[in-house]
């Protein structure tokens, strides 16, 4: 019960962090899993509010969700702490490496 309630401070803390992020007049943003305790249709209109109100900043958006990264520019695999690939989606899944393997991955247990 107490591991429960704490989770649940820790997720409604998480969403007051994104709600001052976008009241804030940040050049930088860094989020680092902030969308990971959100269910999938709430994550994504977060993230369109988001990058649709901060369009003029930097946002470095860190995820495990590969849902999440259709809203970047650009995007950074990362491997042991050693950028892996990068380059922009469509990039990423023309040249059929590592990431399109994920994102395959992705698509297959999205469809179960």
């Known amino acids: ?3 429960r309630v704490l989770n ?3 997720e409604r803390n998480k969403n ?5 992020v976008l009241l804030q007049d940040a050049s930088i943003i860094i989020l680092d899993e902030a969308t990971a ?3 999938y249709l709430s ?11 901060k369009k003029d900043s ?3 958006l860190i995820t495990h969700r590969l849902k999440a990264i259709k809203f970047v520019d650009k995007i950074f695999l990362l491997e042991n702490g050693e950028i892996r690939e990068e380059g922009c989606f469509a990039q990423l ?11 395959n991955k992705h698509a ?3 469809m179960k």
């Open 1 to 3: 019960m107490a591991k």
């Open 8 to 10: 649940y401070q820790q």
């Open 16 to 20: 007051w962090h994104i709600a001052r």
């Open 37 to 39: 305790s959100m269910d």
């Open 43 to 53: 994550e994504e209109k977060v993230l369109q509010n988001l990058f649709s109100e």
């Open 58 to 60: 930097l946002i470095l």
């Open 93 to 103: 899944i023309k040249n059929r490496s590592d990431f399109y393997e994920l994102w």
């Open 108 to 110: 297959e247990q999205q």
